[in-house]
């Protein structure tokens, strides 16, 4: 996203530019609420920087707004938390139309058995257990605000708040509680991953389907949209 983005908002500036987010998302995820800043010499109406945009981007990318922020700004470091959601398929056959918007598992999965493991993750933590090798963060540790899971039929959705994101923490996380909703391990196996800090501890990571980039917050003072 973060090329095509660019290149779409170089041809309205007339002159390169550089397009920072506020979090990263695998190829495979998806961004319902990315924020992005950059800076330009161009002066255009807010409106160029939405339809003008618009105009050069891929049916999958839209800008929904735009506005003039403080130098100080940052997209990434200025947030003060993020939501990411992920929705799964959970019956025994794989999902047609929405294979590319969903994770899948095939076998029963016990939502209560999840939700009791899933407290131990809540709160200030080391997230090691759940970091991807090629995490480039400069620390583990992490606070997770809230870790909601909820079922309707057979679609589960797990989201979590928190501060920052680790690479891969969310889907590991997924992975993990799945192997407790299935009955592999008990609830209290969470706690005991989460202590040990080694990422061999935990699930594999789960596909990257199911995953979106839902929501980033920043304080009031920088003046953008809810």
């Known amino acids: 996203m973060q090329d095509v983005l660019q290149a779409a908002l170089a041809a309205i500036a007339a002159e390169p530019l550089a397009v920072t987010g506020a979090g990263r998302t695998d190829r495979g995820v998806h ?42 700004f940052h997209a990434r470091f200025s947030a003060v938390a993020r939501t990411y959601r992920y929705r799964l398929i959970n019956r025994p ?11 899948w598992y095939h076998a029963p999965l016990d939502v209560e058995a999840m939700r009791e493991a899933a407290r131990a993750l809540v709160g200030e933590h080391d997230f090691s257990a759940f970091r991807a090798a090629e995490c480039e963060a400069a620390t583990p540790v992490r606070t997770v605000h809230a870790l909601d899971i909820t079922r309707e039929g057979a679609r589960i959705e797990f989201v979590i708040r928190a501060n920052a994101f680790l690479h891969h923490m969310m889907r590991n996380i997924v992975g993990t509680l799945i192997y407790v909703g299935n009955g592999r391990h008990a609830p209290g196996w969470v706690a005991e991953v989460l202590a040990s800090r080694d990422r061999a501890m935990a699930a594999p990571t789960f596909a990257p389907e199911g995953l979106y980039l839902e929501r980033i917050e920043y304080d009031a003072r920088w003046g953008l949209p809810p």
Request: hydrophobic share 50%; net charge neutral.
């Open 93 to 103: 056959v794989r999902p047609a139309l929405a294979a590319r918007y969903a994770g």
């Open 31 to 72: 961004a319902r609420g990315q924020v992005a800043h950059f800076d330009t010499s161009a002066a255009r109406p807010d409106s160029a920087w939405v339809r003008g945009v618009n105009a050069f981007l891929p049916e999958s990318v839209a800008v929904l707004w735009a506005q003039p922020v403080d130098a100080e």
